[in-house]
């Protein structure tokens, strides 16, 4: 189906700006962690060509391109940010900001939060000002999140919470969090609620989880007697797990979407720099020629999936758990990307410390992705979501 006229003229100025607009540098693929713009109170700009790429974006509100314009966002209606999201693609425009605030709370506080919340808050997530962590694990309470212990005390105005979350990410490094917290010990569900807080409000604490990766995103965080302001609480008084199932929805497809940020350069490139070609001009290795054909086949088709899931989403016709579904795929999809990569790079991918290596890069990103399928929910749970809620399996 082609473009009506109105989306073809503004493919063709938004390709325009983004030509013009968009540094030499921040069309490169991302290297390490430190290519990657989070934002913050605290963080540092690795170049000015980050700097100078996310104050554009955020000027036009496309770094959060469909959220209304009240809100720091861009007013695009869907397909006008997919001709964003395709001209960027095109040009190998980075994302001039990665954030828990835009893929995770922000469409939780559109829907559930009031007046005041979204306007405190929405404008600094799409500026890159605040930097947003999530509060929902516990040492018991991982797949069933809904047995979470850490208690908010009403105080009249404000509640006191006490208690820890683990898995969170970047905790260390973040601004404020978003949290799950129970304040109603006699029911499950409906006695949590979901608040937010800075992260530098006295009894916040946080300590790094190290992965066998030797490096990790994740800290145990633990909260003493920490006050929080009654205006921070989201949507009704106990009514939490419905903001958490539905930005639990946001996280899944997101995890699902992103699993080619950490690698640099195609698994195929990659494998033919590895490897070299044979006389015919294809992977010398016949049998690794055959995966990574298979994958790429998957990766395109998991590509046009999302695609899908997008446009039905934005239409108001998406199931729910197509997120488990996607989120699933895509970790998976990760995991074999990198297992290509470490097999087409033989033993010398296994190098921790060299500088030939980039201390481990690739043998740390590999690592890593083991972590794609517990987080964000397990692969056994999603699993079991796609069984019961999209295959309508008996028993399931």
């Known amino acids: 189906m082609s473009d009506t006229p109105e989306i073809d003229d503004f493919r063709r100025q938004t390709r325009a700006w983004l030509e013009a607009h968009c540094p030499p540098e921040m069309r490169q693929p991302l290297q390490d962690d430190d290519d990657v713009v989070w934002g913050g109170r605290r963080f540092s700009f690795k170049s000015e060509a980050q700097r100078l790429w996310l104050e554009r974006m955020a000027e036009r509100g ?16 869907g397909a006008q940010a997919q001709v964003l999201a395709q001209e960027m693609r095109r040009l190998n425009c980075r994302a001039p900001l990665q954030s828990f605030g835009i893929s995770m709370l922000g469409p939780a506080l559109l829907r559930f939060g009031n ?14 000002e605040i930097r947003w962590c999530q509060g929902y694990s516990e040492p018991n309470a991982g797949s069933d999140l809904a047995s979470l212990a850490t208690r908010a005390e009403d105080r009249g105005d404000h509640f006191i919470v006490n208690g820890q979350k683990i ?66 609480l989201v949507g009704t008084l106990n009514r939490g797990w419905d903001v958490a199932k539905y930005l639990l929805v946001h996280e899944r497809q997101s995890i699902g979407a992103a699993t080619e940020r950490w690698q640099p350069r195609p698994a195929g490139q990659f494998a033919a720099e590895q490897i070299g070609l044979d006389g015919q001009g294809r992977l010398a290795d016949p049998v690794l020629r055959a995966q990574l054909a298979e994958f790429d086949t998957d990766d395109a088709a998991f590509r046009a999936a999302v695609e899908r899931a997008t446009d039905l989403a934005r239409a108001q016709q998406g199931h729910p758990a197509t997120s488990s579904m996607l989120k699933y795929y895509g970790a998976e999809l990760n995991k074999r990307r990198l297992e290509l990569s470490m097999a087409a790079g033989g033993s010398a991918a296994l190098e921790w410390e060299s500088e030939r290596s980039q201390h481990g890069s690739l043998a740390r990103t590999w690592l890593r992705t083991k972590g794609n399928s517990i987080e964000g ?14 295959l309508e399996l008996p028993g399931a």
């Open 167 to 232: 898995w969170t990410s970047y905790a260390d490094e973040a601004d404020w969090i978003f949290c799950l917290v129970r304040t109603d010990t006699t029911k499950k569900h409906t006695g949590i609620s979901f608040v937010l807080f800075d992260m530098e409000t006295p009894g916040v604490s946080t300590r790094p989880i190290l992965l066998i990766s030797g490096k990790s995103p994740f800290c145990e965080t633990f909260f003493d007697n920490v006050r929080v302001e009654k205006r921070n």
């Open 115 to 128: 007046e005041e919340q979204k306007r405190e808050h929405l404008p600094k997530i799409a500026r890159g």
């Open 377 to 390: 929910g397990t692969s056994e749970v999603q699993l079991n979501i796609i069984a019961k809620h999209l």
């Open 62 to 77: 496309w770094t959060v391109p469909t959220w209304p314009q009240a809100y720091g966002g861009g007013g695009l209606d």
